[in-house]
Structures are given as structure tokens and as C-alpha cells.
């Protein structure tokens, strides 16, 4: 990708191209593919993960201790998989910003340093993997540019595993199958944030549906069966309320789950219980 210097700010930015290369981005991007993460169950036949979204590192809102506190909560109570639910960093590379004045809400401009930055403050703990999608933070260059962060970063850290913008389906059980679906929403903030829960699952037909869904973008958190046998949650955020949020009205729930599952070999529902804990940090 052809780059320029911007004297402004003293940093390397993209070109803005004639061309967005749609092809790329629509062969990335596939509906129908499954990832599978199998997790070993434990003795009594349960499962542990945790999920999370809205990180949105770079951001001077970000808050990356609460973060830090997490993943080393997680790896303390024995839990080596992170599910990530979009908007990783939060995606300013200068012309390309996702609401007006967002360059002056950032510590990091541009998108090569954008991904040094992540590869460097994004936490490292040792056997501990994050599967993540794109939020639109972290896709809006990609969508204009053809410029894929979540390739980028996932060549600069192992233990950031990319799986495509938006939506992936993740199995975390073959016998039984058991289904996570990660979502990254659109839109604003709707009157009550259990709607868009509804509204997502009950579009989908019973026979697509996931067990599991855990939806980004809203930066609330929440566990309701919206439709259903389906277990759903809104996944929480890390980004205390910028100016931006503020007259959006958006609030920010500092924070991410600790989820067990208890998988069940009766009927057609794999999970016989699940316990869902929200990690409060802030």
C-alpha cells in the first residue's frame, strides 16, 4: 500500500487509493466458515473461557491496566483462551478516522504504528491465546483502504488469533457441538440494550442459531436467553466514555466474563449449566 508523509503530524499514513479493493474484502470475509478453538472439558466435564470486546487500545480512554487485571485474573483461575468480540484498537490512522475529531481522543496515529502499539500494550501472558473478529474500529480502514489490521496484527503476536471482520462462528466442542457466535453490532444505542439482543437472534432461523453468542460494540454487559435455549451476552467494554460517547449518550461497563460451561451428552441442548461471572474493573 502506497504511503505518504504527513508533516502535521510526522507520522507515515496511507494513500488514499482511487480503487478500494473490494475483491479482498469480500474473499475475507465468509458467513459460513467455522473456527474451531476445542477446549479441553475438566474431570466434571466443564469448560472455561473468557469474553470479552472493545478494547480499543491506542485510545487515551482506554483504560489498559483493567485489561492487564483481567487476562492475569483469567490465567490465574486456569482459563487460556480469550474470545474477542471486535474493536481490538480503536482505529484512527489520520484521514481515516471513525467519527470526527477522533484524532485528538488517540496516543497512536497511523496504522503501522497503530499495530506496534497493540503488538506492544495488548497483553501477553504466557499459554494464554485471544480469538478475535474486526469491530468497525478496527475495520473502517480496512472498508476504505483495503488495509487488514487483523492480519497485520495476528503476523506481529502468535497469541492474537485473526478470524474475520464482524461475525465468526467458533466451536468449542465437537461431542457435543457446542457453538459461540462472535458479533460486532451496528448502530447507536437503543432504548434498552436488551433489544438488540432480541432483534439479532430472533432474525436468525432456529436451525442456524448458535449456543452461545457474545455481541460487541455496545460496551455494556448483559446475560439474557433472548430466543429460546440460546445463551447470549453483551460483552462489556474497556474504554471509558470520551467526549464522542458522552453525547452519544453511551456509557462504558468497565470490564469482561469469566464463563463456565457444563456440557451435556443428553437431548439436543450441549449445555446442561452454564455460569456466566462479569469481571467488574472500573
Same mark, same amino acid.
Given at each position: 500500500m502506497k504511503t505518504f508523509?504527513?508533516?502535521? +503530524?510526522?507520522?507515515?499514513?496511507?494513500?488514499?487509493?482511487?480503487?478500494?479493493?473490494?475483491?479482498k474484502w469480500f474473499r475475507?470475509?465468509?458467513?459460513k466458515q467455522e473456527y474451531?478453538?476445542?477446549?479441553?472439558?475438566?474431570?466434571?466435564?466443564?469448560? =472455561?473461557?473468557?469474553?470479552?470486546?472493545?478494547?480499543?487500545?491506542?485510545?487515551l480512554f482506554c483504560d489498559e491496566g483493567a485489561i492487564k487485571s483481567y487476562y492475569r485474573d483469567m490465567q490465574r483461575a486456569g482459563i487460556h483462551n480469550i474470545m474477542h468480540a471486535g474493536d481490538l484498537w480503536d482505529g484512527c490512522v489520520g484521514d481515516t478516522q471513525v467519527y470526527r475529531?477522533?484524532?485528538h481522543d488517540v496516543n497512536t496515529v497511523g496504522f503501522e504504528r497503530g499495530k506496534q502499539y497493540v503488538a506492544e500494550h495488548y497483553p501477553k501472558y504466557k499459554d494464554m491465546m485471544t480469538y478475535f473478529i474486526l469491530g468497525?474500529?478496527? /475495520?473502517?480502514?480496512?472498508?476504505?483502504?483495503?488495509?487488514?489490521?487483523?492480519?497485520?496484527? =495476528?503476523?506481529?503476536?502468535? %497469541?492474537?488469533i485473526y478470524l474475520q471482520p464482524y461475525y465468526a462462528r467458533v466451536i468449542l466442542s465437537e461431542e457435543p457441538?457446542? /457453538?459461540? %457466535?462472535?458479533?460486532?453490532?451496528?448502530?447507536?444505542?437503543?432504548?434498552?440494550?436488551? +433489544? /438488540?439482543?432480541?432483534?439479532?437472534?430472533?432474525?436468525?432461523p432456529p436451525s442456524k442459531r448458535a449456543n452461545i453468542?457474545?455481541?460487541?460494540?455496545?460496551?455494556?454487559h448483559q446475560h439474557v436467553s433472548a430466543e429460546g435455549d440460546d445463551e447470549s451476552f453483551l460483552v462489556g467494554g474497556w474504554q471509558h466514555p470520551s467526549e464522542y460517547n458522552i453525547?452519544?449518550? /453511551?456509557? =462504558?461497563?468497565?470490564?469482561? +466474563?469469566?464463563?463456565?460451561?457444563?456440557? =451435556?451428552?443428553?437431548?439436543?441442548?450441549?449445555?446442561?449449566?452454564?455460569?456466566?461471572t462479569f469481571m467488574r474493573y472500573g
Open positions: 508523509i504527513n508533516s502535521k +503530524y510526522n507520522i507515515i499514513m496511507p494513500k488514499k487509493s482511487t480503487q478500494i479493493e473490494k475483491s475475507r470475509f465468509s458467513p474451531p478453538v476445542i477446549l479441553k472439558p475438566n474431570r466434571n466435564g466443564w469448560i =472455561s473461557f473468557g469474553l470479552i470486546g472493545d478494547t480499543h487500545l491506542t485510545s475529531g477522533q484524532i468497525n474500529h478496527d /475495520a473502517r480502514i480496512l472498508e476504505r483502504e483495503g488495509a487488514d489490521f487483523g492480519e497485520g496484527i =495476528s503476523k506481529l503476536r502468535e %497469541d492474537l457441538e457446542l /457453538a459461540l %457466535d462472535l458479533i460486532h453490532l451496528s448502530g447507536g444505542v437503543p432504548y434498552t440494550i436488551g +433489544y /438488540a439482543i432480541q432483534k439479532y437472534i430472533r432474525n436468525v453468542y457474545g455481541f460487541g460494540h455496545l460496551h455494556k453525547r452519544r449518550g /453511551a456509557g =462504558s461497563e468497565i470490564g469482561g +466474563y469469566k464463563l463456565r460451561v457444563k456440557l =451435556s451428552d443428553i437431548g439436543s441442548n450441549p449445555i446442561d449449566k452454564i455460569e456466566g
